[in-house]
Structure formats: structure tokens, C-alpha cells
């Protein structure tokens, strides 16, 4: 079985704090990294993707990978109340027929005012 | 616009009457999946397709079925519903790179109920 753990939280920081978002992964095999925010009631939105070890910066976003470890993060700088959300963490795995993509349940996060 | 479009939005039916949910992408993407999410326990793919005529499980395909005939559709089809099925699903597509699932967007969800 192909694991993704996170930390269900809920994870409350102050606005203008850096949130930091943890996931493991059990597959060494796997290569494709992903982090989706999703509102409640709606469908999951991708933020970041990462296939390196180390950061990827995008605005806001910090991707952070380190595959020795099996260790993915996402970094929110300078939070905001609109960040509050369920943060999805997937995970790339070859199956029979090529690739899925296995999520972790996810990290809720509350920034607030 | 490229979207994935599914439907119906929200359903409400009956053990044993069999139902299709339909999934539609317009952006040629070779990769599609569905999920269903579940309180407390995240996001499970159901099946998935790397491309046409090629479907193969996720972790929980027990009591559902797919077919990818076009590349742009993917229904999901459950024979004989029961309560346990009550869930939100979601679609989603990818274009396939070398590795595997990337971008992956979302449909809108399906909200189904079994009574």
C-alpha cells in the first residue's frame, strides 16, 4: 500500500505567519510531488508541484522535497484568512498500467485575522 | 475554456437502480481519474485511464466500473448502488508526461446519495 500521511490538524496560525504544511511518503519509487488547496464543498485546486530535492518558490508558496527522508513541505508566507483551507498532499506511484497519483487526507489550516 | 465538466451536480437514488455519472474533458488529456472523498478519510481514486481502452484500479474500484472509449470521456458507472457509496466524487484529468500524472485538474464534484 502506497502511504501518504499528513497531520489532519486543524492547524491555526495568525494572519501574517508562515504556515508550514507536513506530508510523508512510504514509496521510494515515487516521482511526482503535489499540493492542492481545496474550500469546503469544492473541488481541489493544484498550488505547487515539485519533482527536485529542495525548494521551489511561487509567490507565497515554498515547495520543499527531500526524497532521503521521504519528506514533502509547503510553506505559506505572509498567511491570510483566504488561505483557510484543507491542504492535499498526492503522491506520484507506478501501478500496473503506468502511473496514480495517491492523496493524503489532508491538513486543515485556519489563519486568523 | 478548459474545464472538466461532470454531471449530474447532485443525485439522489435508490439501492439497486443502476446509475451512470459522466465525465467530460476538453483538453485532450491522455490521463483521467476518478475519486471519491469521504469525512476522515480523504480522497481515494476509484479507476483511472492512461489513455483509450486502457483503465486499470485505484484503491477502492469494488462495486464501480469505468470505460474510456473516447479520449474525452470517462463515466462511471455503478451497476447496483448501495448506501455505502454515498460519497462526493470527483473527476480529473492530466495531460500524461513522462512520469506520470501532472497537472491534474478537477471536476466540479458529483454529490451522490444512496438511500
Known amino acids: 500500500q502506497k502511504e501518504v500521511e499528513q497531520n489532519s490538524g486543524p492547524l491555526s496560525v495568525p494572519e501574517g505567519a508562515i504556515a508550514s504544511l507536513n506530508c510523508t511518503y512510504s514509496?521510494?519509487?515515487?516521482?511526482?510531488f503535489f499540493w492542492y488547496r481545496q474550500y469546503s464543498g469544492k473541488s481541489p485546486e493544484l498550488i505547487m508541484f515539485i519533482y527536485s530535492n529542495g525548494d521551489k518558490e511561487d509567490g507565497r508558496f515554498t515547495a520543499q522535497l527531500n526524497k532521503a527522508s521521504q519528506y514533502v513541505s509547503l510553506l505559506i508566507r505572509d498567511s491570510q484568512p483566504s488561505d483557510s483551507a484543507t491542504y492535499l498532499c498526492a503522491v506520484n506511484f507506478e501501478s500496473q498500467s503506468g502511473y496514480a497519483l495517491n492523496f493524503g487526507k489532508g491538513t486543515s489550516l485556519l489563519v486568523t485575522p | 475554456e478548459a474545464q472538466v465538466t461532470q454531471n449530474p451536480r447532485y443525485l439522489i437514488t435508490v439501492t439497486g437502480k443502476k446509475l451512470t455519472v459522466t465525465c467530460s474533458q476538453n483538453?485532450?488529456?491522455?490521463?483521467m481519474s476518478w475519486y471519491r472523498q469521504d469525512p476522515g478519510l480523504g480522497l481515494r481514486q476509484i479507476y483511472y485511464?492512461?489513455?483509450?481502452?486502457?483503465?486499470d484500479k485505484g484503491d477502492v474500484p469494488e462495486g464501480y466500473k469505468v470505460s474510456r472509449k473516447e479520449k474525452r470521456n470517462f463515466p462511471l458507472i455503478l451497476e447496483s448502488p448501495s448506501p455505502n457509496q454515498t460519497s462526493l466524487y470527483f473527476c480529473?484529468?492530466?495531460?500524461?508526461?513522462?512520469?506520470?500524472?501532472?497537472?491534474?485538474?478537477f471536476g466540479p464534484g458529483t454529490r451522490l446519495t444512496v438511500l
Open positions: 485511464s492512461m489513455n483509450v481502452e486502457v483503465t
Open positions: 514509496d521510494r519509487g515515487s516521482q511526482s
Open positions: 480529473a484529468s492530466s495531460p500524461v508526461a513522462g512520469v506520470g500524472p501532472d497537472t491534474q485538474y
Open positions: 483538453m485532450n488529456h491522455e490521463y
